[in-house]
């Protein structure tokens, strides 16, 4: 049966596929591109609003390679994750200055491209272009071990190097581009990763890990290592500028962590005060510790332990840093920020009843 795997697959996404998502409307590759890289461990129900912000705001590879970095952060704040959209952004400038501002139509021209690797690159060119190639994201890693039963985590190589050979097997040479999104639409609606809805599966006929009662063996599972920890201190400097109260906020390096955001300044072993003196040239005139933020990343959580800072309005404490600025607490921030970051901000501007922010009120009172 395995034989007419796609048979089954197509004819189960004609009845049940999803096919107005806003990435299926208008096909390009340049919007498939962006879908792609923003289904990137990310659900759909959560890409559709970024998706339809960001090709309002860059409708085409052009629009995306000219915008300032600062402007394609901020459209992706929020989604995580950060290297894809500054990949992203690299990208559109290589498209622009390499191919004529037409993403490539060849595979192996995609690939080169940061942030695409082969996955992506055959998802873009079998449904935008209809061209043949296989895909192995996530959710047909899943399908296709669970299917065949093939055991160990898809991390290693032995078992991406059978599952990449399945995966081209499996996939037809007409409606491929159907195919792709079927497949697609199979792990995320019904091959899930818990609770999978076996019984109303189109291909559970031969599926072996149905078969044997072990669905839920598969795919391997990455082998557990104690997650570590890490501490930061965060200063949120907050200064009232005639009647508006305003918050320090500083560009992180391009590389690392939430690279290229806005973030408020981590402090090191010389403490608050110190460094609200050598940064802003004034001491602060009160401080209030918060409680410790945690945020979890796929590889360490990281304890935040957020530090309120309330500085003397003046020129002595405005930066002439480039990556620095003073910012109305309520307007945007100057680019892309970090959920936490943006967590932190936030409790700035509703609370009212914390000292920092009652006190600097008072002073306007």
């Keep these: 049966m395995s034989s007419n795997f796609a048979t089954r697959l197509l004819a189960w996404f004609d009845d049940h596929g999803r096919k107005d998502l806003p990435w299926q409307r208008n096909i390009s590759r340049y919007r498939v591109w962006i879908s792609e890289i923003m289904l990137q461990q990310t659900q759909v129900a959560?890409?559709?609003?970024?998706?339809?912000?960001?090709?309002?705001?860059?409708?085409?590879?052009?629009?995306?390679?000219?915008?300032?970095?600062d402007d394609v952060l901020a459209?992706?704040?929020?989604?995580?994750?950060?290297?894809?959209?500054?990949?992203?952004?690299?990208?559109?400038?290589?498209?622009?200055?390499?191919?004529?501002?037409?993403?490539?139509?060849?595979?192996?021209?995609l690939v080169e491209l940061p942030g695409i690797g082969r996955s992506t690159a055959g998802a873009i060119l079998s449904i935008a272009s209809r061209q043949r190639?296989?895909?192995?994201?996530?959710?047909?890693?899943?399908?296709?071990?669970?299917?065949?039963?093939?055991?160990?985590?898809?991390?290693?190589?032995?078992?991406?190097?059978?599952?990449?050979?399945l995966a081209d097997e499996r996939t037809p040479r007409e409606r491929v581009n159907d195919y792709t999104q079927a497949i697609?639409?199979?792990?995320?609606?019904?091959?899930?990763?818990?609770?999978?809805?076996?019984?109303?599966?189109?291909?559970?006929?031969?599926?072996?890990?149905?078969?044997?009662?072990?669905?839920?063996?598969?795919?391997?599972?990455?082998?557990?290592?104690?997650?570590?920890?890490?501490?930061?201190?965060?200063a949120l400097a907050v200064k009232r500028n005639g009647a508006e109260l305003e918050l320090y906020l500083e560009r992180r390096p391009p590389s690392g962590i939430w690279g290229g955001l806005w973030s408020f300044p981590e402090v090191g072993d010389e403490g608050v005060d110190n460094w609200c003196r050598q940064r802003l040239g004034v001491p602060p005139i009160e401080t209030e510790q918060w409680a410790?933020?945690?945020?979890?990343?796929?590889h360490y959580d990281l304890d935040i332990c957020p530090v309120v800072l309330r500085v003397e309005a003046g020129e002595s404490c405005v930066s002439d840093r480039e990556e620095a600025q003073w910012v109305r607490l309520d307007a945007e921030p100057p680019g892309g920020v970090a959920a936490p970051v943006r967590k932190l901000i936030d409790?700035?501007?509703?609370?009212?009843?914390?000292?920092?922010?009652?006190?600097?009120?008072?002073?306007?009172?």
């Design 46 to 69: 959560t890409v559709i609003p970024y998706f339809e912000r960001f090709m309002t705001r860059f409708p085409d590879v052009g629009s995306l390679a000219a915008a300032p970095e």
């Design 75 to 109: 459209h992706w704040s929020g989604l995580g994750y950060y290297a894809r959209a500054r990949n992203l952004h690299k990208a559109a400038k290589h498209v622009v200055e390499q191919h004529n501002a037409e993403l490539p139509g060849d595979i192996e021209e």
């Design 133 to 165: 190639h296989p895909i192995l994201d996530g959710n047909v890693k899943r399908v296709l071990a669970r299917h065949a039963a093939i055991p160990g985590w898809p991390g290693r190589t032995a078992v991406a190097k059978q599952l990449w050979a």
């Design 184 to 234: 697609m639409d199979l792990g995320a609606t019904l091959c899930t990763r818990s609770r999978p809805g076996c019984g109303s599966c189109p291909v559970n006929g031969d599926c072996r890990a149905y078969e044997e009662d072990s669905v839920a063996e598969y795919p391997g599972r990455k082998p557990k290592k104690a997650k570590p920890e890490r501490k930061t201190t965060m």
């Design 292 to 298: 410790v933020l945690r945020h979890s990343f796929s």
């Design 347 to 365: 409790k700035l501007a509703n609370t009212t009843d914390d000292t920092a922010r009652k006190d600097l009120n008072v002073a306007n009172g």
